[in-house]
């Protein structure tokens, strides 16, 4: 602790177990049902409010069961309706300039103002929208310049802590902290381009004493601030960040009034921070130790470390013995320790009850968050009271570990020696030039062609047909010709709208993912293993537990038949390996490398039969490309290696006059250039809309010769863009990347929108391709 540091009273011990986070949605996805609703109109924010508070109490009641401690700050409250970044902006009053007018009198903002700001509305755009570190959450970018006048301006954070108490639990409220939040936002439109909002450091570090004060005075005891960027190697120069470290966390350990500070740093190591954090002698520090480490000669006596040993990232069941192994060797080097999870829980979905069709061995292999909380619990008990006391525990576990080991699927020979077989060649096309040429020949299309990503919104008809077909409600036949009656509409609105080139629309899937596990052997699927992605909305994903095959073509009869209606090119869509992982709960008992070229391999089959049956030109998905990037910038190499071959692999035996395409959304292009560039894509559609194509002047820095496709409009926002904004976004486009290589789409697959919106912005697309073509 620096000289000037006054410490408050002694804090009260850190618990013994605890988790970082609980999943936000409820078990049966009440939270999104609940705002949705109230998107729609068709409930009150008192509905809402009422709705939340339910779901809060009954998250309080059951992590209560699962073992927590309700009156010593076990209990994470980690309530967020949309975002948890939004929520600091919402706290600290970094509301950017637009959405001035939906301030009350005390700077605060309503829940309908809350989700304006998230979802935007009319010509007021919604905040920026990217992936939260490696996961596949995503967050809402601040925006902040000198303009931005902190202040607390909400107290919800607080009254949610004493809506707690006063049901008779202590939880501990979890904050983001003030460098993750100020290095992950992003200068607003009245500062200027080379506005740093990490300079306003010194402004917003009074707000967090402020707010930690009202957290003391309504009694919290702990208070978690969340700062995963202390463990990733971001954009700033690391001797800044960890001055900047020791100077807020100096600051708040010298704020007198306030409750004991628990730094917490998931995903990775915080490796020259840790010091930093120990020297400004906050009272606990969260080390993740499944995807980090801490130096085995570092003295942390006197430290509380909260280790993070059971996974929050994936879910296969713990090997306690392996955890407690971790917890004595951070205990050896003078720290007090206190075990919980990696993560926030809120990456995984909320139980095992419920998924019985998963089978019982595949059953004892998994930990859901429920799981995972009982496994926290476990090992604390096993600290305090010695393995004896959890020996049944222990003994499950490590007879689960070796049942999963011994499986035939996870190693199956024909896999294992198919990828064997691969050689150099296997990775590589010819030169562009020479396809370009075939192609073009091929298909003759226009300058800024335009096309979609590929889905078309899934109405409710969709949804309930597919409902009835699983529930064996509806015939094979009936189901297969609702699909074709739909795919048949969409390919006659493409046309009658003037798209060159088209797609199927994907009605017959429910995921772009779960599709394909479900078609593929060495996956399984849940029932209701909800995760939240952004906002309302929630994925399912797929359990990659085995070796990967293909027992037959996936998506050859629906493209097929979507071609024979139209003259016009038929994009094939399937989506990549990486991202197929990325989507996944993967299995963690090989380098993720080795499972990669696995599904590139069954890929590699499915492009070859959609070439056969006529299809020229097929899109292989690669969304999460820069997601599963390490946060270490020494790690990152070996990863764009085995990520990147692993899409060439896939794709490289397509013949020369087949055009292939990969989409990319919410990354920091730049970082991962020239990743982008070694795909080898015919066609490249990244997102772009939001961010107002900042993307594209790297790629014109880079030199990038093949065909581009920057997304104009942005479909995770209700709002349709008039044609005027897509004509300019297009004009920053056609700046920086040549007419002949530009495409013209949306963001991003158009499944979650309205056809209405649809029909739209689809319009005003084509309008201003037609203008600037004109031009």
């Given at each position: ?218 009694g919290a005891t702990w208070v978690q601030i969340d700062e995963p960027v202390l463990v990733a190697d971001i954009d700033a120069d690391r001797a800044e960040v960890l001055a900047n470290a020791a100077k807020a966390y100096e600051a708040l350990v010298a704020a007198t009034d306030r409750p004991a500070l628990f730094v917490a740093a998931p995903y990775n190591s915080l490796g020259d921070a840790l010091p930093v954090l120990k020297d400004a002698g906050v009272d606990a520090i969260g080390i993740d130790l499944i995807r980090g480490s801490i130096p085995g000669d570092v003295d942390l006596t006197g430290v509380t470390v909260v280790a993070g040993i059971v996974d929050g990232h994936n879910i296969w069941r713990t ?457």
């Amino acid at each position: 602790m620096s000289d000037s540091a006054v410490a408050p009273s002694a804090p009260t011990a850190f618990p013994g177990g605890t988790i970082l986070g609980y999943p936000r949605i409820g078990r049966m996805r009440e939270l999104k049902k609940a705002i949705e609703s109230f998107w729609k109109g068709a409930t009150t924010a008192e509905d809402l409010e009422s709705a939340a508070a339910a779901l809060r109490a009954a998250n309080l009641e059951r992590l209560a069961a699962l073992g927590l401690a309700k009156d010593n700050a076990s209990i994470p409250s980690n309530f967020s309706f949309y975002d948890h970044v939004l929520d600091a902006a919402v706290t600290f009053g970094a509301i950017p300039t637009r959405f001035a007018g939906l301030r009350g009198a005390d700077g605060s903002v309503d829940l309908a103002g809350y989700s304006t700001i998230a979802r935007g509305k009319g010509d007021d755009a919604p905040l920026e929208m990217t992936k939260w570190f490696d996961s596949n959450y995503h967050y809402l970018v601040p925006e902040i310049g000198p303009e931005t006048a902190f202040a607390l301006s909400s107290t919800r954070w607080v009254d949610e802590f004493v809506e707690a108490k006063n049901a008779g639990y202590l939880t501990r409220p979890v904050i983001t902290g003030p460098l993750t939040f100020l290095y992950l936002a992003k200068a607003s439109d009245e500062a200027g381009d080379d506005y740093r909002p990490i300079d306003r450091l010194d402004d917003l570090l009074p707000v967090y004493v402020e707010l930690l004060a009202a957290f003391k005075a309504a009694g919290a005891t702990w208070v978690q601030i969340d700062e995963p960027v202390l463990v990733a190697d971001i954009d700033a120069d690391r001797a800044e960040v960890l001055a900047n470290a020791a100077k807020a966390y100096e600051a708040l350990v010298a704020a007198t009034d306030r409750p004991a500070l628990f730094v917490a740093a998931p995903y990775n190591s915080l490796g020259d921070a840790l010091p930093v954090l120990k020297d400004a002698g906050v009272d606990a520090i969260g080390i993740d130790l499944i995807r980090g480490s801490i130096p085995g000669d570092v003295d942390l006596t006197g430290v509380t470390v909260v280790a993070g040993i059971v996974d929050g990232h994936n879910i296969w069941r713990t090997d306690l013995d392996a955890a407690l192994r971790k917890a004595d060797a951070v205990a050896a080097l003078g720290a007090t320790v206190a075990v919980s999870s990696s993560t926030s829980l809120f990456h995984v979905p909320h139980t095992l009850a419920g998924e019985e069709r998963l089978g019982e061995e595949l059953l004892s292999w998994l930990a859901f968050a429920d799981e995972k909380v009982a496994e926290v619990v476990t090992l604390a008990t096993a600290r305090a009271e010695g393995d004896e006391a959890v020996a049944d525990a222990l003994a499950a576990a490590r007879d689960a570990l070796a049942a999963r080991a011994a499986h035939p699927g996870t190693n199956r020979a024909e896999v294992r020696d198919a990828l064997a077989a691969v050689t150099p060649a296997d990775f590589d096309r010819a030169p562009y030039a020479i396809r370009a040429a075939a192609q073009d020949a091929r298909y003759g299309l226009p300058e800024l062609a335009t096309t979609t990503i590929g889905s078309f919104p899934q109405t409710p008809q969709i949804r309930k047909a597919r409902a009835a077909w699983a529930k064996g409600n509806l015939s094979d036949a009936d189901y297969e010709q609702a699909m074709k009656d739909e795919i048949a509409s969409v390919v006659k609105l493409q046309e009658d709208l003037g798209l060159d080139v088209l797609v199927h629309g994907e009605a017959e899937r429910n995921d772009m993912v779960q599709y394909f596990a479900e078609l593929l052997d060495g996956f399984d699927v849940t029932v209701n293993g909800w995760v939240q992605s952004y906002g309302s909305r929630c994925t399912r994903p797929s359990i990659l537990w085995g070796d990967v095959t293909r027992p037959e073509a996936m998506t050859v009869r629906w493209a097929e038949f979507a071609q024979s209606l139209t003259a016009k090119p038929m994009k094939g869509m399937l989506t990549g390996p990486v991202t197929i992982l990325a989507w996944s709960f993967v299995r963690d008992d090989q380098p993720l490398g080795v499972t990669a070229n696995q599904v590139a391999l069954a890929l590699r089959e499915e492009i070859a039969d959609l070439e056969a049956a006529g299809i020229g030109i097929i899109q292989v998905d690669e969304p999460a490309l820069r997601e599963l990037l390490p946060l270490k910038k020494a790690d990152q190499a070996a990863y764009l290696d085995w990520s990147v071959n692993s899409f060439r692999l896939a794709t490289s035996g397509a013949k020369d006059d087949t055009q292939l395409h990969t989409h990319l959304c919410y990354s920091e292009f730049g970082e991962i250039i020239d990743a982008i560039d070694g795909l080898n894509a015919d066609v490249t559609s990244i997102e772009a809309a939001r961010s107002r194509m900042e993307v594209l002047p790297a790629i014109k820095n880079h030199g990038y010769e093949r065909q581009i496709g920057p997304g104009v409009w942005d479909i995770h926002s209700p709002r349709v863009p008039s044609t005027e904004e897509v004509t300019e976004l297009l004009a920053l486009a056609k700046a920086s990347v040549p007419g002949k290589q530009l495409w013209v789409n949306p963001d991003c697959g158009l499944k979650t929108r309205g056809y209405d919106e649809t029909i739209a912005s689809l319009q005003h697309m084509l309008a201003a391709t037609e203008a600037v073509r004109s031009a």
